[in-house]
């Protein structure tokens, strides 16, 4: 009788999604006799709407170094998942027929805290579930690290040394706005890796008369140019709570994104011109590090020993060195944030870095 595994992939792509399906696959193929991989494609659209393909062990050779994923991704948003929409479509009831259908013994789930979300329900919903963690946000709670983070920190950091050199030469600040809505991991590792001068993170709402003064101060120390590493979800303590009605309040002074304000303020009031350049999705692009690649590696092998014995209602994670497991209910929809005492923070301010606090 043969072990079938489904496996997607959900959410925001990154490398090591890949390097995670070939981890699971060869490791399983090792452990087990007998074992049928399904593929379902597009994340929780494929499970929804039964669009799957039986794997072949080919299929897993030359995935290790290849970004993206090769089973696709959607994003589902988790607070629409009871939501009956206008197709009639009741998305657990289907998920759970087509689970079934596929004769699936166990499903890997490979995404974020929203992906984490529903799979914690469909464990509920008595599915065999295993989570693995996947962000370049790195903000899923329970693991000190998720696949996709070191590579999109590596792309970062190679920006932000790239803007060095213009903007010494010009004498100019360059605003890099980084991915982070909801957390700025991101853009604290390569604010600290690549030298910025200030860091303004979604946790750390800022003054943004004093990232004015730290670029004065840096200008009267001789210094004509400053880098600013700015989280896309980076806000001023005077602006509206609410994502929606700060970035109406934005539109309505004229600016598209946190960045470009920054920018104007410190050309008006610092006197220093400015340029703002904004990495986008190539965070998220191309082959992953070395770093995601055995990490990856890592988590694909762990889950397959977790299928082997058969543990299932469980997410992977790293804590310090060791590969481990924590309850999908007990990790579900916590977001893991940057707090303003973490050590990075310190380190940070210990170098003279500015939070706009
Ligand atoms: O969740 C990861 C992430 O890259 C965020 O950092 C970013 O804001 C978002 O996804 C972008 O989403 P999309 O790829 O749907 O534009």
Redesign the pocket.
Do not use: A
């Given at each position: 009788m043969s072990t079938r595994i489904g496996i997607l992939t959900s959410?925001?792509?990154?490398p090591g999604l890949n390097a995670v399906i070939r981890g699971v696959a060869k490791a399983a193929y090792e452990l087990m006799d007998d074992v049928e991989i399904i593929g379902i494609i597009d994340g929780y659209r494929g499970l929804i709407e039964g669009e799957y393909k039986v794997m072949k062990q080919s299929d897993f050779s030359g995935i290790l170094t290849l970004g993206g994923t090769i089973l696709g991704t959607s994003?589902q948003p988790f607070k629409q998942m009871r939501v009956i929409g206008e197709d009639n479509v009741d998305k657990v009831k289907a998920m759970k027929a087509n689970y079934k259908k596929m004769k699936l013994d166990c499903l890997l789930i490979l995404g974020?805290n929203g992906t984490h979300k529903t799979a914690a329900l469909l464990a509920d919903e008595g599915l065999n579930v295993i989570g693995l963690p996947k962000?370049?946000?790195n903000d899923l709670y329970g693991s000190d690290v998720t696949f996709g983070f070191h590579t999109a920190l590596d792309i970062a950091t190679e920006a932000i040394d790239r803007l060095h050199t213009t903007a010494a030469s010009h004498g100019r600040c360059m605003v890099v706005e980084l991915?982070?809505?909801k957390t700025g991991w991101?853009t604290l590792y390569a604010g600290v890796a690549g030298g910025a001068d200030i860091i303004l993170l979604p946790e750390i709402p800022f003054d943004m008369d004093k990232v004015v003064k730290a670029v004065k101060k840096r200008a009267e120390s001789g210094k004509a140019f400053s880098i600013i590493a700015v989280a896309?979800?980076a806000a001023e303590k005077s602006e509206p709570k609410k994502r929606r009605e700060r970035l109406a309040a934005r539109a309505e002074a004229g600016y598209k994104t946190i960045s470009e304000k920054i920018a104007a303020a410190i050309t008006e009031k610092a006197g220093c011109e400015c340029r703002v350049v904004i990495p986008g999705?190539l965070?998220?692009g191309g082959a992953p590090s070395a770093y995601d690649r055995v990490l990856s590696t890592q988590f694909g092998a762990y889950a397959a020993g977790l299928i082997q014995k058969k543990q299932f209602g469980v997410t992977v994670a790293k804590v310090g060195n060791t590969i481990t497991q924590n309850k999908l209910s007990e990790i579900a929809g916590k977001a893991k944030m940057v707090s303003p005492d973490d050590q990075m923070i310190v380190v940070a301010k210990d170098m003279g870095v500015s939070f706009g606090d």
């Open positions: 959410g925001g792509d990154c994003r974020g962000t370049i946000d991915m982070g809505n991101l896309e979800g999705h965070q998220r």
